[in-house]
């Protein structure tokens, strides 16, 4: 790496958090690889396995030449690679479709806030990495016909101005009709609630903890209801709703993943979806979706603390690089 300049701490938290991402990503890609049906399918999973484990070791050796400890994040066993297929090949698809897209924001806002060269290429290089294999698995999402499209829906052809307050509202009376960037605002939060019940309910059914258990499928009946309210607003406007014949989880009771690692996941899904309604919010302006999207974030917000409780109290969060506090390091 050669340069000598401190990393400041915007590159160690973006280092950080992409260890513990890829390793958890490591492990959920080496039992999906282990249970695949579509050649194609397999060749992608190597695919993506090969960046985590990449940046897994590029991320290690600047963590040693910098003097930071490594994370100690996941490993073998938090995975067993002969434990029965949860999750269809399908799953894989949206899975890494969504985590895909949602890495490359996470990627690009790192970039924004890292002057030292070598950092900013790793996370440049992730970008272009990642926009690669996101082609990769759109391409074949179409091909199998799993690719669920953006309703088509006709727009104005001439341009207009706002002229009357009663434009953003939405609560009371006859609402205005969606603009095309709420539309795709609540088509989002559809689709990533697709995978986050998926997600959830396997795992709710293969862990061997009560806690968990509920914990999860808790989740999955949030994830539900929240599909179920976006849905809602696009009917009202006569929108298709998108929909999956795959039921993306078999019927496995065995895990093939730790309880730490799925808690672990499940809350990474929670983060995204805040960032999801978060989005939402900074784009809408009918007051009756800015209140949806609010009361979504604030769910999740709730829901997400009781996983970090559970998270605790079993010792399985491990502590993000934290500021040191110099009065306390006095020896008075």
Not at 130 to 151: H, M
Not at 209 to 219: A, I, L
Request: aromatic share 10%; charged share 25%; proline share 4%.
């Amino acid at each position: 790496m050669g340069n000598k300049t401190e990393l400041v701490i915007s590159s160690i938290t973006g280092l950080w958090s992409t260890y513990m991402s890829d390793c958890a990503s490591r492990c959920l890609i080496k039992h999906f690889s282990s249970h695949v049906d579509m050649k194609e399918t397999q060749d992608i999973l190597q695919y993506a396995l090969n960046l985590s484990e990449q940046h897994i070791k590029e991320i290690e050796g600047i963590f040693n030449n910098e003097n930071l400890p490594i994370p100690d994040a996941f490993g073998e066993d938090d995975v067993d690679i002969n434990a029965p297929r949860l999750f269809t090949d399908a799953y894989y698809l949206f899975y890494l479709g969504t985590m895909v897209g949602f890495g490359m924001d996470a990627y690009s806002l790192i970039v924004r806030y890292t002057a030292r060269p070598d950092i900013m290429d790793f996370f440049l290089t992730c970008i272009n990495e990642s926009s690669k294999l996101l082609r990769k698995v759109t391409l074949l999402r179409l091909e199998k016909g799993l690719f669920l499209n953006a309703p088509r829906v006709e727009v104005s052809k001439r341009t207009t101005y706002i002229e009357k307050e009663t434009f953003l509202g939405g609560l009371l009376g006859e609402p205005r009709p969606l603009l095309a960037r709420e539309v795709t605002n609540v088509f989002a939060g559809e689709l990533f609630d697709i995978v986050w019940k998926a997600t959830t309910t396997g795992f709710g059914q293969v862990t061997t903890s009560k806690q968990v258990k509920d914990f999860m499928f808790k989740g999955r009946d949030i994830a539900s209801a929240h599909f179920k309210e976006f849905s809602k607003k696009l009917n009202d406007e006569n929108i298709p709703v998108p929909s999956i014949s795959d039921a993306f989880v078999t019927d496995s009771t065995v895990s093939p993943f730790s309880d730490k690692l799925m808690m672990f996941q499940a809350l990474v899904l929670c983060a995204l979806a805040i960032g999801v309604d978060g989005a939402a919010i900074a784009t809408s302006m009918r007051s009756d979706l800015l209140t949806l999207h609010t009361k979504f974030g604030a769910e999740i917000l709730k829901y997400a603390s009781e996983g970090e409780q559970i998270m605790i109290n079993n010792r399985w969060m491990e502590q993000p690089p934290q500021v040191v506090r110099h009065e306390e390091l006095t020896a008075v």
